[in-house]
Nanobody
Framework: QVHVVESGGGFVQAGGSLRLSCVTSGLTFMNYAMGWFRQRPGMHREFVAGISRPEDITGYTSSVKGRFTISRDNAKNTVYLRMDNLTPEDTAVYYC?????????????????WGQGTQVTVSQ
C-alpha cells in the first residue's frame, strides 16, 4: 500500500519562507515523478511544481516561478517544496502527489498517489 504524507505547513507572514516535505512509502520512489498541487480557498486544486526522473527536470506554474523550488532526495523517499517570498495569495492546502510515470505533468489525472495535504497560511 502506498502512503504519501506531507508536513511543514504552518502560519507565516508575507515575505517569509516555509519548506514542505513529503515522505512516501510503498512505491519505488526513484522511478516516479512527483508533484505539488494546492487548493486555495474557494478555488479548484491547481498544479504548483513537478520534478521528473531520472534527470530531475522541474516545472512550475508561472505564479511561483523564482519563488518556489521543488527538489527530491531519493535516499529518503522524500520530495520538498521550498517556498520563499510568500504572499497571502499562496494561502492554500498543499498536496503532494506521485505521478503515474517518470515525467511530471500539470494535470491531476496524471498522478496516482495523493497525500492528505498540509495547510499554509500567509498573513499580510
Amino acid at each position: 500500500q502506498v502512503h504519501v504524507v506531507e508536513s511543514g505547513g504552518g502560519f507565516v507572514q508575507a515575505g517569509g519562507s516555509l519548506r514542505l516535505s513529503c515522505v512516501t512509502s510503498g512505491l519505488t520512489f526513484m522511478n516516479y515523478a512527483m508533484g505539488w498541487f494546492r487548493q486555495r480557498p474557494g478555488m479548484h486544486r491547481e498544479f504548483v511544481a513537478g520534478i521528473s526522473r531520472p534527470e530531475d527536470i522541474t516545472g512550475y506554474t508561472s505564479s511561483v516561478k523564482g519563488r518556489f523550488t521543488i527538489s527530491r532526495d531519493n535516499a529518503k523517499n522524500t520530495v520538498y517544496l521550498r517556498m520563499d517570498n510568500l504572499t497571502p495569495e499562496d494561502t492554500a492546502v498543499y498536496y503532494c502527489a506521485g505521478a503515474r510515470g517518470p515525467s511530471w505533468s500539470d494535470l491531476e489525472h496524471d498522478y496516482s498517489y495523493w497525500g492528505q495535504g498540509t495547510q499554509v497560511t500567509v498573513s499580510q
